[in-house]
């Protein structure tokens, strides 16, 4: 380079302000936001190529925000009920010879907000919902939320401890017992407006009490959550096949909490890590590598299983209340029910990214079609017009 051109180049430079060095905003370059655990997606699941035409909600971009208290991080660190729920019950009607003494999770609903009443499906517990509920309550904050062991399932206890009487009559008898029960419990002068909410088994239960009528104008509507009679049928054949594929135990809570999730069974670790510890329990048995066990056999459920779906799709189109109902796919729909879409009769929501457990793995999308569905059915929001004879003595002309 000649003299006039490094003259000319520092010239140039020297006209150049020179930049002050802020640590600060190096700082802010060099940090990394925390990763979000979300669940995997499920693109490839043979629900979705037959979802065409359904409503499917929008994405969000904080799809599943931890609950205060829980631990952070992709732990398999079990999260306490106490994280969701206000209060577990125990509640037994000593009136009912060989009554069970069933356990639930309460978060009691604000002045005159709505309860959704949650059951689960078999070998579930209450816990299974939750997060759904805990969504729920980020949208609508005056709902309460009860969710129930059935027998022989969770902390809810039986006389022989068996896991007999699951006709699917007792089991929604159980249900009505639970809400009354809940209410003289916490001394509520009238039950709150009413959302049944059911996944599977608990689908069958929610409809078999709504027909039944035994909550009479209480009840707004109830939900099914992924269970129609055809394909529940259908699916009972590979049941058997379903358990023994399973693992018989797990060496450590961890350990099943870990299967569920990569087995895609549960597709949202959060979920998993609230659900799953009420669903295994610690054997005595010395020496054995696998001591958490199922807590409840399925197997000896299977006398009860046709009983449980059969006829649910005709219950559920005639029952009185809102009706709603969530699946994972439109080929599990019958043709009974297809028919009475058609027709209007109930609102349908497609999540063809879930798997079986809807609630848990999208719960957040979950509570936000429930909240909706509460909002439609809402009475508290409807101004009736005066009576009549309410005009004629205030001296109105009418």
């Not at 699941?45 to 609950?67: E, K, Q």
């Not at 209060?87 to 009554?99: K, Q, V, Y």
Request: hydrophobic fraction near 40%.
């Amino acid at each position: 380079m000649s003299d006039l051109q490094k003259a000319w180049a520092k010239n140039r430079l020297s006209a150049i302000p020179a930049e002050s060095f802020d640590e600060r905003e190096e700082d802010e370059v060099d940090h990394i936001p925390e990763i979000l655990d979300h669940p995997d997606d499920d693109s490839s699941s043979a629900s979705s190529a037959s979802s065409t035409g359904t409503v499917i909600p929008s994405p969000s971009h904080n799809l599943f925000a931890r609950p205060l208290g829980a631990p952070r991080g992709r732990s398999l660190q079990q999260i306490p009920w106490t994280t969701y729920f206000q209060r577990e019950l125990f509640l037994h009607d000593p009136s009912i010879a060989g009554s069970p003494t069933i356990h639930a999770y309460l978060t009691c609903p604000v002045e005159k907000g709505p309860l959704f009443v949650m059951h689960h499906g078999a070998g579930s517990s209450g816990l299974s919902f939750a997060v759904v509920g805990d969504e729920i309550r980020k949208r609508l904050p005056s709902a309460g939320i009860l969710s129930l062991d059935a027998r022989g399932h969770g902390s809810t206890t039986t006389r022989n401890n068996q896991a007999n009487g699951l006709g699917l009559e007792t089991l929604a008898s159980d249900l009505l017992s639970v809400i009354l029960l809940t209410q003289r419990e916490m001394k509520w002068p009238e039950l709150p407006p009413i959302i049944l909410v059911g996944h599977s088994l608990g689908g069958a239960v929610v409809t078999e009490l709504a027909k039944t009528g035994g909550l009479g104008s209480a009840l707004l509507g109830y939900a099914v959550l992924d269970v129609v009679e055809g394909s529940a049928i259908d699916a009972l054949q590979s049941m058997q096949t379903y358990l023994s594929s399973r693992p018989a135990g797990f060496p450590t809570l961890e350990a099943g909490i870990d299967w569920h999730i990569r087995s895609r069974t549960i597709r949202n670790s959060l979920s998993a890590r609230t659900s799953v510890p009420a669903l295994l329990t610690l054997s005595n048995e010395a020496g054995d590598p696998r001591p958490w066990k199922w807590r409840t056999d399925l197997g000896a459920t299977q006398p009860f299983w046709e009983n449980w779906f059969v006829g649910l799709s005709k219950k559920f189109l005639n029952a009185r209340g809102g009706k709603l109902l969530l699946l994972a796919g439109t080929d599990r729909l019958d043709t009974e029910l297809t028919i009475g879409q058609m027709q209007g009769k109930y609102a349908l929501q497609v999540f063809p990214e879930a798997g079986h457990f809807i609630h848990e793995d999208l719960p957040e999308k979950t509570a936000i079609s429930l909240v909706d569905f509460h909002k439609r059915n809402d009475r508290s929001a409807l101004v009736l017009p005066p009576k009549v004879s309410d005009l004629l003595k205030q001296g109105k002309k009418v």
